[in-house]
T-cell receptor
């Protein structure tokens, strides 16, 4: 089992729809959860971070965390073609007494007009 | 434009060359990171500096040598690299880096990266 799992996609949604991106993780001790957007050939850009169970909203983006189910998701409302990118879920893991971020393989989102 | 600046953006070097990658941030962050990202793969952690001290070396080969001259600068010195080292090298910074099971990671902000090709 991978430490951080994401569906590779592509997830195809029409412009204006809600895109739902999902991520599961294996370490029950994880405390921090991050979503990054990465355009092809570019570096990851921080979109959202969440530490507590529940929802966190920022503009068109909502991060949802359920630690009991070891599940974190990202909702993108009113999806735009410019949202087309790979979305990386990152989760902290304790190993050998130190924290490190573990990235999922990413979900490719395609928003079509 | 990101607040973490990396130079150069592209680098082509032979296996016998010595070169350096540079990273600079002016956000007052005290933790800086080097990641390596191969095509269609997620970033992989290489090194972590906290308060200018090396905190983590993820068993990176010695042909990669990090240096943190001050809290705003991070270098990665390269020597005798192999073709499989060709990748996007990403620098990131965060407010701080705290080890321990009860602490949450601070968000990390990435630079634009250096695309490295080894001939």
């Amino acid at each position: 089992q991978k430490e951080v799992e994401q569906n590779s996609g592509p997830l195809s949604v029409p412009e204006g729809a809600i895109a739902s991106l999902n991520c599961t993780y294996s370490d029950r001790g994880s405390q921090s959860f991050f979503w990054y957007r990465q355009y092809s050939g570019k570096s990851p850009e921080l979109i959202m971070f969440i530490y507590s169970n529940g929802d966190k909203e920022d503009g068109r983006f909502t991060a949802q965390l359920n630690k009991a189910s070891q599940y974190v998701s990202l909702l993108i409302r009113d999806s735009q073609p410019s949202d087309s990118a790979t979305y990386l879920c990152a989760v902290n893991r304790q190993s050998g007494g130190y924290n490190k971020l573990i990235f999922g393989a990413g979900t490719r989102l395609a928003v079509h007009p | 434009d990101t607040e973490v600046t990396q130079t150069p953006k592209h680098l082509v070097m032979g296996m016998t060359n010595k070169k350096s990658l540079k990273c600079e941030q002016h956000m007052g962050h005290r933790a800086m990171y080097w990641y390596k990202q191969k095509a269609k793969k997620p970033p992989e952690l290489m090194f972590v500096y906290s308060y200018e001290k090396l905190s983590i070396n993820e068993s990176v080969p010695s042909r990669f040598s990090p240096e943190c001259p001050n809290s705003s600068l991070l270098n990665l010195h390269l020597h005798a690299l192999q073709p499989e080292d060709s990748a996007l090298y990403l620098c990131a910074s965060s407010q701080d880096y705290i080890q321990g099971p009860t602490y949450s990671n601070q968000p990390q902000h990435f630079g634009d990266g250096t695309r490295l090709s080894i001939l």
